[in-house]
Nanobody, 123 residues
Framework: QVQLVESGGGLVQAGGSLRLSCVAS????????MGWFRQAPGKDRECVTF????????YYSDSVKGRFTISRDNAKNTVYLQMNSLKPEDTAVYYC????????????????WGQGTQVTVSS
């Protein structure tokens, strides 16, 4: 079992930055591909980014490419999402996910989810 706890969300003005953190319990963290998803009101949950177990491969959705950066520290069981140049359309609940099997940009690929952290970007 893996438990995930996100933090770092909040209210920020457009153009600002936030860094989200996701701390995982369990000794198998370092083996997992980790992903960040988001869900805006009235919309489906979408993949923002993911990172493979050793950081060797990362993926970003087109909407965040060049603005967001995912990283991980396996010694701390933590994955980060640095979000720069935030836009109002980035407003959503952001979820951390672990344990992807198959294509890691698919929500259904993940076994473990955090409770989410709200990010609100004002214009």
């Amino acid at each position: 079992q893996v438990q995930l706890v996100e933090s770092g969300g909040g209210l920020v003005q457009a153009g600002g930055s936030l860094r989200l953190s996701c701390v995982a319990s369990g000794r198998t963290f370092s083996r997992h591909t980790m992903g960040w998803f988001r869900q805006a009101p009235g919309k489906d949950r979408e993949c923002v980014t993911f990172i493979t177990w050793n950081g060797g491969t990362t993926y970003y959705s087109d909407s965040v490419k060049g603005r967001f950066t995912i990283s991980r520290d396996n010694a701390k069981n933590t994955v980060y999402l640095q979000m720069n140049s935030l836009k109002p359309e980035d407003t959503a609940v952001y979820y951390c996910a672990a344990g992807a099997i198959g294509w890691a940009a698919r929500e259904a690929s993940y076994n473990y989810w955090g409770q989410g952290t709200q990010v609100t970007v004002s214009s």
